[in-house]
């Protein structure tokens, strides 16, 4: 009807305006009433009718109502009977005064912008067959007086910002055959009336709100043809009882909630050519009734979780155009029969677990333009019959198992617009032939074994958008004629083994948004033409052995989000013309030989989010510009050469996660106050620099504050009590100062603490009972102070350590039957240089994960008439015997005597080869005999751990 309309409308409007036309103004005694001419006026007047794309003749004296563009009148030109407006940018809202236009059938004021909700007065018109009010701007409520439009055959109301439940009054349309009402913002459930609506032919109510089931009754409409449900909120299961619709030609229920599997009854639609259920949470299996579906020309059931294997059965859909069972469960082998499809045209498997290799007789369905087969588990070679897709644009294979080599055959498919292998095992060279497929806009082969050098052929493909070959084995040098390809926004050439210098011509590249060259071999200078690469919003530099300065013309990239060109060996300063690129998000300088100061520009990167400028040369005052990088949470600083004052307004960097200025000469008190305002400082390194002076209480009282590393300074005083209030911290190193006095009680508030260092210090006094508290505890070092009295009892239910250090203390007393409780974890176990004394009790046997060479018993009081325990001690000792040691002295200048300092002195003091220990005696036996060893059933055999399995669990503990 619309059609027939819009045509009606196009002759009349030729014939109105040809030279003698046929239609002339109607004098005013054939005029339409007066009620319908202000009507019309009143839509003009009121709906922006001077801004028309079409308003002819519109406002013209009574009786030319009829020659006004979208105006239709009866054979009597005494009534309008339609308005057909249109895509004509009306505006504004529809007038009550449309009421006057009471022999109206047709109305379309589609495609305009037309605000406000439906008037009450549409309802009136009695006469509608045909209301188009879609594509506007329409609010409120469907309004439930619209079921009074008896004659209505057509609705829509589709593309509006209508609200609200579906009224029942609709249910009184019974002469309706098309209901549109997609997109919109309806809510409530599908109503069961609708069952009512027999003559309906077309029903689309897609992208909405509604939820709830579908009902059953729509099982009723015998007439309907289209039935679209899309992207709402429909749950439940498909009824069977939408078999019964025998002339249904598209059921479209996508983007919904429905589970369950598909239903059997609706194999049995004879005329059904467009199923479409994905993205719904379906299950089951694809039945082998499917094959009864033989009008099908396009089935989507992907997006779901349907199992099972593929059945051989869908090669009977032999009028299929479009498959799409991507994103399921499906499991088993692609099917040969699916080459019987010869009509096939896309062809969608991707993201199931699919194996096997991909069947030759697939190459009959030789009009395939979409093939996508990635994220499987499929597996053999690449079959070079796929070369016989000529019309193939999409090729995707990625992420899957195959083997072999790339088929130079591929550079058959002229019209290949994208082709991905990536993620496979993919052997071999790349072939020359792809340079051959010159629609080509898409290339991925990263994450394969692909060898050999980049071919120059690649230098042909003008379209290509993105070029991905990174992760390969590739060598040689980088082609400059790639920079011959001027639409290409992506080039990923990373961890490969690549040699050379970086060719200039990649500057050409103006469309060029990521350039990855990272993780290579590649040397000389970064090109200064990269400052012409205006788009460039990726720049990835890193891990190559580039040399020379960083050219001033990187400064021109105000799109560059990501610099990182770190672990080169760049030199010169770094160019104050950095501070240009506004875009700057990521500022990675490390490990490199740059010099000179920091350029104050560097604080006009408004949305720097991390700047590291570790290991390089550079020195001097970091500049007070910092303190305007509002968004930077990581500046890593350490490992220069950089000299105090800190810069004041560093406090105003209040997103700032990460602080390292360690590995400097930085000196002078801590300044506390800086860090007050850093409320989201979870990490701060302060390390090996030349710090003096008290620990400031305001540390520990950062509220998110994990690790905090001040170790090697020159710091004095006590720990402040205030260390309780640090209650998120996991590691605090306070080693190698001069700290002094009791170690305070507060220290057991840190739950979550997993690593405490206080070795080389001169703490004093007794040991709080509450270190036992920090159950957490993966190493604890606090040799080299002077602490006394007993070892508390409490540190033995620490039953996570890994590492125990306490050597060359004063510690006294005897050692507790309680150190059992440590036997699940520790490694490592340094009491060594104390005044321990007595018997070692039996139940340090159960110790038995210490690592044989890593512990230290010497230098104490210490006795045993165990034989077992001797042999027990001595198998995990390092250096001499532990029992002729026990002299209670110290020896000046031992090389043992001073413990284990960090991990990599462990390594050397035990003089241990990773990965292998020699035997010791973990099983001990009372002196009963009875077993007392639970963790090995009384074997005789060799410690269960090794040394790089320990060393390993250091490692992890020390790297939060």
């Not at 003749?57 to 407006?85: F, M």
């Not at 094959?291 to 099972?308: D, K, P, V």
């Not at 960083?550 to 560059?560: C, D």
């Not at 176990?829 to 994960?849: A, C, K, S, T």
Request: glycine share 10%; charged share 15%.
């Amino acid at each position: 009807m619309k059609s027939f309309l819009r045509l009606f409308f196009y002759l009349y409007a030729v014939l109105l305006f040809l030279p003698g036309g046929i239609v002339q103004p109607r004098s005013s005694c054939a005029a339409i009433s007066i009620g319908e001419r202000v009507a019309l006026l009143d839509l003009y007047n009121n709906c922006g009718g001077a801004s028309w794309k079409q308003h002819t003749n519109w406002g013209l004296g009574p009786g030319s109502e009829c020659s006004w563009y979208g105006v239709l009148c009866d054979p009597t030109q005494s009534h309008v009977i339609a308005l057909a407006l249109s895509d004509n940018n009306l505006s504004g809202q529809i007038r009550p005064s449309i009421q006057n236009l009471a022999s109206l059938e047709e109305l379309d004021f589609s495609g305009n912008q037309l605000t406000g909700t439906l008037p009450v007065q549409l309802t009136t018109l009695s006469s509608l067959t045909a209301l188009y009010l879609h594509d506007n701007q329409l609010t409120g409520d469907v309004p439930a007086a619209l079921g009074a439009l008896g004659s209505l055959v057509e609705l829509s109301l589709s593309s509006n910002q209508l609200t609200g439940t579906l009224p029942q009054e609709l249910a009184q349309l019974t002469n309706l055959k098309k209901l549109y009402l997609y997109n919109n913002q309806l809510s409530g459930s599908i109503p069961s009336w609708l069952g009512q609506l027999l003559e309906l032919e077309e029903l689309v109510l897609a992208d909405n709100g509604f939820s709830g089931i579908i009902p059953s009754d729509i099982g009723l409409l015998s007439n309907l043809i289209e039935i679209y449900l899309d992207n709402n909120q429909i749950n439940g299961t498909i009824p069977g009882k939408l078999s019964a619709l025998s002339e249904l030609r598209v059921l479209s229920l996508a983007g919904n909630l429905l589970t369950g599997p598909l239903p059997v009854e609706i194999y049995s639609l004879p005329n059904l050519r467009i199923l479409n259920v994905e993205r719904n949470s379906l299950s089951g299996e694809i039945e082998p009734e499917i094959a009864s579906l033989t009008s099908l020309e396009e089935l989507y059931l992907g997006s779901n979780q349907i199992s099972g294997s593929l059945p051989v059965e869908l090669g009977l859909l032999t009028q299929l155009r479009n498959l799409s069972l991507g994103q399921n469960f499906l499991t088993g082998s692609i099917p040969a029969e699916l080459g019987n499809l010869t009509l096939l045209e896309e062809l969608h498997l991707n993201n199931n677990q699919l194996s096997g290799a991909i069947p030759p007789a697939l190459a009959s369905a030789e009009h395939l333009r979409i093939l996508a087969l990635q994220e499987n588990a499929l597996t053999g070679t690449i079959p070079t019959v796929l070369s016989n897709f000529a019309d193939l644009e999409i090729l995707r294979l990625g992420q899957n198992g195959f083997t072999g080599s790339l088929p130079a055959e591929l550079g058959n498919l002229k019209n290949l617009l994208e082709f991905t292998a990536d993620t496979n095992h993919i052997t071999g060279g790349i072939p020359d032939e792809l340079g051959n497929l010159s629609r080509l806009q898409l290339l991925w082969l990263h994450g394969n074994q692909l060898e050999g050098h980049i071919p120059e052929s690649l230098g042909n493909l003008l379209s290509l958008r993105q070029l991905s070959l990174q992760a390969n084995k590739l060598s040689g040098s980088i082609p400059p004629v790639l920079g011959n390809l001027e639409m290409l926004q992506l080039l990923w050439l990373g961890d490969n083994q690549l040699v050379g210098t970086i060719p200039t011509s990649l500057g050409s590249l103006p469309a060029l948004q990521y350039l990855f060259v990272n993780d290579n071999q590649l040397t000389g200078d970064i090109p200064p033409e990269f400052g012409a690469l205006t788009q460039l919003t990726r720049l990835y530099l890193y891990n190559n052995q580039l040399t020379g300065s960083i050219p001033v013309e990187i400064g021109y990239l105000t799109l560059l989000e990501q610099c990182l060109m770190q672990n080169n060996s760049l030199s010169g300063s770094i160019p104050s013309t950095l501070g240009d690129m506004e875009s700057l998000q990521f500022l990675w300088l490390g490990s490199n030989q740059l010099t000179g100061t920091v350029p104050v520009s560097i604080g006009s990167l408004n949305q720097l989010l991390e700047l590291d400028l570790s290991d390089n040369q550079l020195q001097g005052l970091l500049p007070e510009s910092l303190g305007e990088l509002g968004k930077l949470q990581k500046l890593v600083l350490n490992n220069n050469q950089f000299v105090a004052p800190l810069p004041a307004n560093i406090g105003n960097c209040l997103h700032l996660e990460k602080l390292n200025l360690s590995d400097n000469l930085f000196s002078g008190a801590i300044p506390g106050d800086i860090f007050q305002s850093l409320t989201m400082l979870t990490e701060l390194y302060l390390s090996n620099n030349e710090f003096t002076g008290s620990i400031p209480a305001l540390l520990l009282t950062l509220p998110q504050l994990k690790i905090l590393k001040i170790r090697n300074n020159r710091l004095s005083g006590m720990i402040p009590p205030e260390v309780g209030d640090a209650v998120s911290i996991q590691e605090l190193d306070l080693a190698y100062n001069t700290l002094e006095g009791a170690l305070p009680s507060q220290i057991g508030n840190l739950s979550s603490l997993i690593n405490l260092f206080l070795d080389h210090n001169q703490l004093s006094g007794n040991l709080p009972e509450r270190i036992g508290d920090l159950s957490n505890l993966r190493q604890l070092r606090l040799d080299k102070n002077n602490f006394d009295g007993p070892i508390p009892v409490s540190i033995w239910n620490l039953t996570n350590l890994l590492l125990l250090d306490l050597n060359n203390n004063s510690f006294s007393g005897t050692l507790s039957t309680e150190i059992r409780n440590l036997g699940s974890n520790l490694y490592f176990l340094f009491i060594h240089g104390n005044q321990l004394e007595g018997d070692v009790p039996w139940q340090i046997r159960y110790l038995w994960n210490l690592i044989p060479g890593g512990s230290d018993f010497r230098w104490n009081r210490l006795t045993s008439s165990d034989s077992n325990v001797r042999s027990f001690l001595q198998s995990k000792q390092v250096g001499e015997d532990w029992e002729t040691t026990q002299t209670g002295i110290v020896p000046a200048g031992d090389v043992n005597a001073d413990g284990v300092v960090g991990l990599a002195d462990t390594i050397m003091a035990l003089q241990i080869t990773a990965g292998g220990h020699p035997d010791g005696v973990c099983a001990g036996y009372d002196r009963s005999g009875v077993d007392v060893n639970p963790y090995n059933g009384g074997s005789s055999q060799g410690s269960q751990i090794g040394i790089s399995e320990a060393i390993n669990s250091l490692r992890k503990a020390s790297s939060l």
